[in-house]
């Protein structure tokens, strides 16, 4: 993904397809609770239930219990937003930009938990990937702000 | 020493969010200033969570963690009441 200042978003056709698969994961899980191909394992080492994988989302059980619906709801008419306006080259407004941060700030954890462990190298592979597009888009959205944050982290 | 009453909003440190998402989101969902985003997130970094805000409604603050949970940061409601 390349986001250019003023916020157009090119893909590659490779790029596209690992984004489009990933949002069809998450629509997957959120829609239907259907555990993410890369998960699943063998019998020797079991897959996670979409109840952990939520869990990971949403970390709350408090407000899982309560606002947990909504939150689904929330990211699911996002990533299907994303999914039927994808084409390349396309130029973002606020919106799409809203959507992709959200969803690329969810499906992180389709893939790893939020402490580092373990972390098996190609799940962690797409989820850096996934933090690369949303740095790439916070950098193009407000350049100001990732100026800022990139001098502080340089500074420690 | 009493502490402040209310229903407290904290955001927590992760090993998965970045610090440009973090301060992003700051400034954009909870509509700090740059600075108040930037010092935030280097406190969450730091510290392992900051406060973002503090409601007198329960509802309010739930709803406010509920949206940053969205975005996948860990957001979490303390009451003190």
């Not at chain 1, 893939?111 to 962690?124: D, H, N, S």
């Amino acid at each position: 993904v390349n986001v250019l200042g003023g916020g157009t978003v090119s893909m590659s056709d490779a790029t596209a397809t690992v984004a489009t698969t990933i949002l069809e994961m998450l629509v997957g899980l959120l829609e239907r609770g259907e555990i993410p191909p890369p998960l699943r394992r063998g019998p020797v080492r079991r897959s996670p239930t979409v109840d952990e994988l939520l869990a990971r989302m949403f970390p709350d059980a408090d407000l899982r219990r309560t606002h947990g619906a909504a939150m689904r709801a929330d990211v699911l008419a996002a990533t299907r937003r994303l999914l039927a306006a994808r084409q390349v080259g396309r130029h973002l407004n606020q919106q799409d930009v809203d959507d992709w941060i959200m969803v690329t700030g969810v499906a992180q954890f389709l893939f790893v938990p939020r402490k580092r462990g373990a972390w098996p190298t190609r799940q962690r592979a797409l989820q850096h990937w996934l933090n690369v597009v949303q740095y790439r888009l916070v950098v193009a959205a407000n350049p100001e702000l990732a100026a800022e944050v990139s001098a502080w982290w340089d500074a420690q | 020493v009493a502490e402040a009453a209310g229903w407290q909003v904290d955001v927590c440190d992760d090993d998965v969010n970045t610090m440009h998402a973090v301060a992003y989101l700051l400034h954009r969902v909870c509509g700090m200033s740059l600075q108040d985003a930037l010092r935030t997130m280097t406190t969450t970094h730091e510290q392992g969570s900051a406060e973002i805000g503090r409601f007198d409604s329960q509802d309010e603050a739930e709803q406010l963690a509920a949206r940053l949970q969205t975005y996948g940061l860990h957001a979490v409601v303390r009451g003190n009441r």
